[in-house]
Structures are given as structure tokens and as C-alpha cells.
């Protein structure tokens, strides 16, 4: 059984930082490819990182770049999301989401990251930014 578990949410001032992990099982994460999403309520799942370790292929929303960084340890089968220089509109859910880095000899590109590109999801952590 695949098992994302997403950890480090909580509650920070405005321009603080948190560092959110995705600690995975049953899956080996140098052969996946890892996303952040997070959502607020009434709204969709909006892609927030990505990383592709098929092709080295990392992306980012404009509304955190320069801010956000995503990275992964193989050794602890773990992603991250370190946030800087967080803001009052950063508050959401946030989700890890792992897809296959390579499928039927392609990899996996990382771009605008969608919901339905990605199989396996974590249950979400929450962060809030306060002013």
C-alpha cells in the first residue's frame, strides 16, 4: 500500500518560514515524481512544485517563486517544501502528490503541475500565515 504523509504545517506570522515533509511508503521516491498542491476551501488544488527525478525537471507556480523550494532525500524516501518570506494569502491545505517518473519510456515532465497527472496523495497539512 502507497502512504504519503505530509508533516511540518502550522501556524506562522507573515514573512516566517516552515519546511513541509512528505515521508513516503511503499513507494521509492527517486523513481517518482513529487508535486505540492494546496487548496483553500471553495477552491481547486492548485500546483504549487514540482520535481521529476526522471529528467531533472522542476517547476514552480509564479505566486511562490523565489520563495519556495522543493527538494528530496532518497536516503529518507522523503520530499520537502521549504516556504520563506511566508504571506497571509500562502494559507491553505497543503498536498504531496507522487506520479511515476517514467512511463512506457517517457519521462515525466514537470510543468504547471494538474490533479490528474498524479496517483498517489497525502491526506494534507494545513499552514496558515497570519498578518
Known amino acids: 500500500e502507497v502512504q504519503l504523509v505530509e508533516s511540518g504545517g502550522g501556524l506562522v506570522q507573515a514573512g516566517g518560514s516552515l519546511t513541509l515533509s512528505c515521508t513516503a511508503s511503499?513507494?521509492?521516491?527517486?523513481?517518482?515524481?513529487i508535486a505540492w498542491f494546496r487548496q483553500v476551501p471553495g477552491s481547486e488544488r492548485d500546483g504549487v512544485s514540482c520535481?521529476?527525478?526522471?529528467?531533472?525537471?522542476?517547476d514552480y507556480a509564479d505566486s511562490v517563486k523565489g520563495r519556495f523550494t522543493i527538494s528530496s532525500d532518497n536516503a529518507k524516501n522523503t520530499a520537502y517544501l521549504r516556504m520563506t518570506s511566508l504571506k497571509p494569502e500562502d494559507t491553505a491545505v497543503y498536498y504531496c502528490?507522487?506520479?511515476?517518473?517514467?512511463?512506457?519510456?517517457?519521462?515525466?515532465?514537470?510543468?504547471?503541475?494538474?490533479?490528474?497527472?498524479?496517483?498517489?496523495w497525502g491526506q494534507g497539512t494545513q499552514v496558515t500565515v497570519s498578518t
Open positions: 502528490a507522487a506520479a511515476p517518473a517514467a512511463m512506457r519510456g517517457l519521462s515525466f515532465f514537470c510543468f504547471k503541475p494538474r490533479e490528474y497527472e498524479f496517483r498517489h
Open positions: 520535481l521529476s527525478p526522471s529528467d531533472g525537471s522542476i
Open positions: 511503499g513507494i521509492t521516491l527517486n523513481e517518482y515524481a
